[in-house]
């Protein structure tokens, strides 16, 4: 029987049906394409063994002066600072109050209530006690000397927490009259609530100018982060803008920004970035001077090489510019030699052009935006966005990125939760990759990605809260979206090393489209296959599994025909199978190997009906 060589178009097509995919791919996952071949993407590992508190949904990696390379992690509870493998917890503080709190526990019963006046804390948000003596039993001084959760918010005097231990009769003092209470500031949500914000509705609607209250801890937190020579700023969108100061130590905790300085940072603001070019300290969405309630169209900048001073004077290059297009800014990118900003109906350019204006701006597009606030990412000197529409990229002027997946990611897309897509660039592997959630329920278990030099798309399921290529890291970094427990236990993974998932085999395949001869109208039959591999890693034990499927009309659900297993002295697999149409697919789900696929031959013939 001759032999019929089979080239499969590179990209997965998912524009048509698996019928109309002839010759290509259909579908996959954990698979990339490069130089139009396909092959199993990098694994992942621990980037350290101790897990954080909360859904990371921004990574930001820094080196300092004195050569120290942290991590700034920020979840959804709390904000992180890594260094060696080890997370400093540098959440702001809220409040503290001193000698005023006092507990009260109950015979065999973990919880503990606790009275602190006007302590303005809501469920879920955390408290660290210090100073208490012990309630005379099994609640010692250190069981309430540490970091606890809010359970339960009975008026604003009086809470609850959980202990690990439960009290018992003796327990029947109240803490002392020393008991300091630090209160962090408050817990953000871990799902979007798109009614929430300012002008809901369209122009004309009863809610268009005015907010329904968005604030930092009744909406998705959004962590937008940056480094200003050795520190850290961060803001939580819709909170406050913070520092963490290198030099203070890792025992330190951010504090405000408007504490510092001339006291004129905003209160509030939606993200917060600085400009490499001109070390200008941006908010985005930030509150006006002397207001705590912040504009969602107004950009803040701080003096040239100052972070704390913020205060327009003709001394110093501070400023602010209120957008005229959309209603609220939604995210935005720094490019090598502007910032690209979206607001909710288009984009906006904001380039540095020195006195006496500082920033210019011009509108760039009014029909196109960012689907969510970190939907979009620079890769050398191009942005790569996702708007509600498509896919774009932006290098001087907006142009739609043409999509062989585009309906099938659209149509499975939450749009409900859009503020979690993240985008991320893998330069290494010309990729850009979007995740986004589908379900209505849990999180991020989807992404997309593009091939931008060769103009391919594939798609595949990864559950991840945020990812991205590092600076000064070795490898990307993603965090992972792990909802169990209060998501109370994440962790940050090394991702492109090794060929594992988190030291577990990792499934991954490439399924082609219907394959036919001629019109589809004639049987075929195949014997054998002759594949070609290339393995890397452990080649002992690998192994690809190749499986052709069939059908005899396009309505009709795919049948297993035959499974062939490939491994590196592998020759031929002989099999037995008929059909109209014929479906491939290569699996592979062993550990500690990766593989590329290279042009596979079939033994095909025509045949008849029986």
């Not at 302590?119 to 039993?137: C, I, K, M, P, R």
């Not at 940072?265 to 705590?292: F, K, N, Q």
């Not at 890397?536 to 009709?556: C, M, T, Y």
Request: aromatic share 10%; proline share 3%.
């Amino acid at each position: 029987m001759a032999l019929s060589k089979i080239q499969f178009r590179p990209g997965v097509d998912k524009e048509g049906t698996q019928y109309t995919t002839d010759a290509g791919w259909f579908d996959s996952d954990k698979i990339r394409f490069r130089k139009g071949r396909v092959e199993k993407i990098g694994g992942w590992e621990k980037y350290s063994p101790d897990p954080i508190k909360g859904v990371p949904r921004s990574l930001k990696d820094f080196g300092t002066a004195n050569g120290s390379r942290y991590l700034g992690v920020g979840t959804n509870l709390k904000i992180y600072v890594e260094i060696g493998g080890v997370y400093s917890d540098i959440t702001p503080l809220r409040k503290t109050t001193t000698s005023a709190a006092s507990f009260q526990a109950f015979t065999d019963a973990s919880t503990v209530f606790v009275t602190d006046g006007a302590h303005g804390a809501n469920s879920g948000d955390y408290v660290t006690f210090s100073g208490a003596s012990g309630l005379g039993g099994n609640v010692t001084a250190a069981v309430l000397n540490q970091e606890y959760r809010v359970s339960t918010v009975i008026d604003s005097n009086n809470y609850s927490i959980e202990l690990d231990v439960s009290a018992n009769a003796s327990d029947v003092g109240n803490g002392g009259g020393s008991v300091t209470a630090e209160y962090q500031i408050g817990v953000g949500l871990n799902t979007y609530l798109p009614s929430t914000g300012w002008s809901v509705g369209g122009w004309g609607s009863s809610g268009f100018g005015s907010t329904s209250g968005l604030t930092a801890v009744n909406q998705l937190r959004i962590v937008s982060q940056d480094v200003f020579g050795d520190n850290l700023i961060f803001n939580n969108r819709a909170g406050g803008v913070y520092i963490w100061q290198e030099s203070a130590g890792l025992g330190t905790r951010g504090v405000a920004l408007n504490t510092l300085g001339d006291n004129s940072a905003p209160d509030t603001a939606l993200s917060v970035l600085v400009s490499e070019i001109d070390r200008h300290v941006i908010c985005l969405g930030a509150s006006p001077i002397g207001s705590t309630i912040s504009d969602p169209l107004l950009i803040r900048w701080s003096d040239q090489e100052n972070a704390t001073s913020w205060f327009p004077s003709a001394l110093n290059s501070a400023g602010g510019q209120v957008l005229s297009v959309g209603t609220e800014i939604v995210g935005a990118v720094k490019t090598r030699q502007e910032i690209l900003i979206s607001t909710d109906s288009g984009l906006v350019s904001m380039r540095f052009v020195g006195q006496p204006f500082i920033y210019a701006f011009s509108t760039v597009s009014e029909n196109v935006s960012f689907i969510g606030p970190n939907a979009a990412v620079t890769v050398g000197d191009v942005v790569y966005f996702m708007d509600a529409g498509g896919f774009y990229s932006y290098a001087g002027s907006v142009q739609r990125l043409p999509c062989s997946v585009h309906r099938y990611v659209y149509e499975n897309l939450n749009k409900s939760q859009r503020f979690k897509i993240f985008a991320t660039g893998n330069p290494d592997f010309s990729e850009v990759t979007w995740f986004y959630q589908t379900d209505v329920e849990g999180d991020v278990t989807h992404y997309v990605t593009f091939n931008y030099l060769e103009n391919l798309w594939s798609v595949g399921t990864l559950d991840r809260g945020i990812m991205t290529q590092t600076e000064a890291k070795d490898f990307p970094l993603a965090g992972s979206n792990d909802l169990s427990n209060n998501a109370e236990a994440n962790y940050i993974y090394n991702h492109e090393i090794g060929y594992n998932a988190d030291g577990q085999p990792m499934t991954a395949f490439v399924e082609s489209g219907d394959l036919g001869i001629g019109d589809g109208d004639q049987f075929m039959h195949v014997s054998r296959i002759i594949s070609d591999f290339d393995f890397s890693g452990s080649q002992e034990d690998a192994h690809i599994s190749v499986f052709i499927k069939g059908r005899n009309f396009p309505l009709e659900s795919l049948t297993l025909l035959s499974t062939s297993q490939v491994n590196n002295s592998t020759m031929q697999s002989y099999v037995r199978t008929r059909a109209r149409e014929l479906v491939v697919r290569i699996e592979s789900s062993d550990p500690d190997y990766g593989w590329s696929l290279g042009d596979m031959r079939f033994g095909i013939r025509t045949d008849g009906r029986r």
